[in-house]
């Protein structure tokens, strides 16, 4: 009796997500196009990056600049570790994930400490100097070449390099990312980060280690963006150094910021829009893509409330007025 | 290594070290009028070089290119000011960096589809003989670079210290709201502070565009390394900034020359990090940058 | 023995002397009062018994131990809970949510545990919010648990604070200022509640300049003039304190003057 009770209260405490992943995971069924499966393989990867963004900055309030440069740490670390070195792809993924854990909190400790735009050019900074060796240091990287020959990712026997088998575990992994973000921001530490994003005085004075909790995040951001970095790599079996500039971060950040900050869900919206916008503009121009970002930008903030609101409440705010002024026109 | 090479070394950073220079006295300009780090600063100077070889050649002579070039980015910085730092000046910083990081992107992208990728030059000011300095070839526009910019910072302190104008706008740094009751302008100041940013950005874009070639995206590495400079020197300071910018184009000449010319941009992040690392208020700080 | 013991402590910044070998001691169930001109260190005094700066020389001890030099985090921990000035709420989290972030401090569940819902996680998260609604009911606040934080007027505010500092089961708190911008009822309402934090056994030591609050409230007042400690003891015999007097006339002397001129 309880068993049932408690099953069923569970679906409906976690419907949205549980919708969400039925859709996420079935939509190979329902598509054929090789490039509309490619479109949601890069959506997964995105996705996994803005999760980690959404959680440091959405919830903690810290400005990275620099995500690219995880997910390239990532990227390169599963890319030479399986080509040179042999490793399983699952198991390079994991250690690259440990590199890139390993980088941010050196890097974040020190960084973290540092107010608003400090922390951004630090971020912008070390991303910086991650293409600069990925570039430069031509016997590990094969510099501007890039690395070819990539395996795809495999169970065992099994191959998962089929766009559908790839769609599954990539959006699989995605998932799981997505549930523990959930889990962690309706949680202790959640409240937490959110606490020390508005005021890290009154945080700290009510028993939050800031520091800690903030490069905790950090790297929690990091592995995240390592992992989707990891995925791409196995994906396109192909690496170069383009794909990890600060433009991307940018992106990222675009991304979010669409989405909206105050919560994790627009994460969703905000890969969305990052995957979505430029193919419609590529229609367009072909370049047309970061100047809409930057515009966007720009005109979000400036509409912006002050403080990180969902997308949400925004559309439901704007559907009253617009439904409003439409009442009283017509009456 | 040769004292004739140490020299050459020498000379190169200090011509780079002059464009940081006013990269950095633009980032302090903007920090000391309204506490934001403008992350499009980089993209002024880059606006500045791109017009200059627009202007030149649409026909305008060296002179007119470079004039027109210094007008229409501090017209572009007033319009930036106006829509996109005025309305966030009471948001926050999370909300002033991404607008200004936004703004970036907007620069870049736009030089890249107005002008394409190439990285486009400009004739040197006066003639490409180099001059021969002990033992050291050095190329006119190397001492044209310098000059200019020894000029250009010279002449703002003696602008800051002496005239009314100037003044005001020193009152506005160190408090808005005291100078704003004794009837100051703030907005419009803001905007001149802006202007003048604008204006200092081209005018180093201009006359490094003979020497190192201008592309959409030179924007980004001098934004960052003129932020360096100022961070270095101590944000909030000019001293500091011009002294910053002189300082990592040396440390950087020298380091191409002594370790290697591909860790070159390498060594101007290390710095930055470094200084944030350890002493974020850099040498001769002003403003507490680093903790809460 | 002493709740807090503040011994010869002395804070330089720079050239600027704020405090200068204060040195005074709060003991358990009492309710203390620091008073004195603007400027004359109290709000320093705070930040440094509560972990946010470092003293240049003296020492700060709480329950007999050494605390000099703790972060913040830490005395709370130890059982120091604190409001600020200008009442550093979490405007658009709900009123709840604030007293919540308080029992961060008596709950454990770690990364690991929120990430995969463990049971020590989902029970404390029950705990906290039942704990929560207590705090807010201490302080007469329980009606608005779901309202937004910002929409709350400046009483309900500074009790919001107070509840969430009270949610960290503090055995000392410090209230900066708590009836700063308060009507006589409201500052009526305020000394009600900390009379029954007291009678709930939580020592408070309070910086305030309403002279009536004081006065009423507190069992002993320090009184501190440019950073130098000048009085220290019951209500009474600080009114009647020639130096006292002298400190606070001084500062109006000097008022009208500047007005004048």
């Known amino acids: 009796m309880g068993a049932v009770n408690q099953f069923y209260r569970y679906l409906r405490k976690h419907a949205g997500f549980l919708i969400f992943a039925i859709v996420a995971m079935t939509i190979p069924a329902y598509v054929g196009d090789a490039y509309y499966l490619s479109l949601l393989a890069f959506t997964a990867t995105r996705f996994m990056m803005a999760l980690g963004l959404s959680l440091l900055l959405g919830q903690a309030g810290q400005i990275s600049l620099g995500q690219a440069g995880f997910v390239g740490i990532g990227a390169y670390g599963s890319a030479i570790m399986t080509t040179r070195l042999g490793f399983d792809p699952w198991i390079a993924m994991v250690l690259a994930a440990v590199l890139s854990a390993a980088v941010a909190a050196v890097v974040g400790i020190p960084a973290l400490r540092l107010r608003g735009y400090y922390l951004a050019m630090a971020t912008l900074g070390v991303n910086e100097i991650i293409y600069l060796l990925l570039v430069r240091l031509k016997s590990l990287t094969n510099g501007t070449d890039g690395i070819t020959g990539i395996p795809g990712l495999s169970f065992g026997a099994l191959g998962l390099s089929g766009p559908k088998a790839y769609h599954l575990v990539a959006w699989g992994v995605a998932l799981v990312m997505l549930r523990l973000s959930l889990n962690l921001s309706s949680s202790r530490v959640g409240r937490a980060l959110r606490a020390l994003s508005r005021s890290e005085a009154a945080a700290q004075s009510l028993g939050i280690n800031v520091s800690y909790r903030k490069v905790q995040v950090f790297v929690m951001a990091a592995i995240f963006a390592s992992i989707a970095g990891s995925f791409d790599a196995h994906y396109m079996r192909f690496v170069s150094p383009e794909a990890y500039t600060v433009t991307f971060s940018i992106i990222l950040i675009t991304g979010v910021i669409i989405g909206g900050l105050g919560s994790l869900w627009g994460a969703v919206w905000g890969t969305l829009a990052i995957v979505i916008l430029p193919e419609l503009l590529k229609r367009v121009h072909s370049d047309l893509t970061n100047l809409v970002f930057g515009v966007l930008l720009i005109a979000i903030m400036i509409f912006w409330q002050g403080r990180p609101r969902a997308l949400g409440p925004a559309l439901e705010k704007w559907r009253k007025m617009i439904g409003g002024r439409i009442r009283r026109g017509a009456s | 290594m040769s004292s004739a090479e140490l020299l050459q070394y020498f000379f190169s950073g200090i011509t780079s070290g002059s464009i940081y220079a006013l990269t950095a006295l633009g980032f302090t300009l903007v920090f000391n009028a309204t506490s934001v780090i403008n992350f499009a600063q980089g993209q002024l100077v880059m606006l500045g070089g791109m017009l200059g070889v627009a202007l030149y050649g649409a026909g305008l002579p060296l002179w007119g290119a470079s004039l027109g070039a210094v007008a229409v980015v501090a017209a572009v910085a007033v319009g930036f000011e106006r829509v996109a730092v005025r309305p966030l000046l009471q948001k926050g910083v999370l909300a002033q960096v991404i607008a200004t990081v936004g703004a970036s992107f907007v620069f870049e992208t736009a030089a890249m589809l107005i002008w394409g990728r190439d990285a486009v030059g400009l004739p040197p000011f006066s003639g490409d003989e180099p001059l021969l300095v002990g033992g050291a070839t050095v190329a006119p526009q190397t001492v044209w670079v310098v000059g200019l910019s020894v000029a250009i910072v010279v002449a703002l302190q003696m602008f800051f210290r002496t005239t009314l104008l100037g003044k005001a706008v020193r009152a506005c740094a160190v408090d808005p709201i005291a100078a704003r009751l004794q009837g100051i302008p703030y907005g419009r100041l803001v905007t001149f502070v802006f202007a003048l940013t604008g204006a200092i950005a081209a005018a180093g874009g201009v006359m490094i565009t003979p020497i190192s070639f201008m592309s959409y995206h030179s924007g980004s590495l001098l934004g960052l390394k003129g932020f360096a400079a100022a961070t270095l020197g101590g944000l909030g300071s000019p001293v500091g900034a011009v002294m910053g910018g002189y300082v990592l184009g040396v440390v950087e000449a020298l380091g191409v020359g002594f370790v290697s010319a591909g860790y070159k941009d390498v060594i101007a992040f290390a710095i930055l990090l470094l200084v944030l690392f350890s002493r974020p208020s850099g040498i001769l700080g002003t403003r507490a940058a680093g903790h809460h | ?261």
Not at chain 3, 27 to 55: C, D, E, M, R
Not at chain 3, 81 to 89: D, E, N, P, V
Request: net charge negative; with cysteine; proline share 4%.
């Open chain 3, 1 to 261: 023995m002493a709740l807090l013991r503040v011994d010869k402590v002395t804070k330089r910044f720079g050239g600027l002397e704020a405090l200068r070998e204060v040195s005074f001691a709060v003991y358990q169930g009492q309710i203390k009062a620091l008073i004195g001109p603007n400027g004359a260190g109290k709000t320093t005094l705070f930040n440094l018994v509560s972990g946010y700066l470092l003293p240049t020389s003296g020492r700060v001890y709480f329950s007999g131990r050494d605390v000099t030099g703790y972060p913040p985090h830490r005395m709370c921990g130890l059982g120091v809970g604190r409001t600020f000035q200008h009442s550093l709420i979490f405007e658009d989290m709900s009123v709840l949510d604030n007293v919540a972030v308080g029992r961060y401090s008596r709950t454990r569940a770690g990364l690991l545990a929120a990430f995969f819902a463990l049971p020590v996680h989902r029970r404390e998260e029950r705990e906290t919010i039942k704990a929560a609604e207590e705090a807010l009911r201490r302080v007469g606040l329980e009606q608005r648990a779901c309202d937004r934080a910002g929409t709350l007027p400046m009483g309900e505010r500074h009790l919001l604070e107070i509840a969430r500092a009270l949610a960290s089961e503090p055995q000392l708190l410090l209230l900066d200022e708590p009836a700063a911008g308060l009507n006589e009822a409201e500052t009526a309402c305020l000394a009600e509640v900390v009379r029954r934090l007291r009678a709930d056994g939580v020592t408070v030591l309070v910086v305030e300049h309403d002279m009536t609050f004081v006065m009423d409230l507190s069992d002993e007042v320090v009184v501190l003039d440019y950073g130098r400690k000048i009085a220290e003891g019951p209500p009474f015999m600080i009114q009647e304190n020639e130096e006292v007097i002298k400190a606070y006339l001084g500062e109006e002397l000097e008022d009208e003057t500047s007005v004048e001129s």
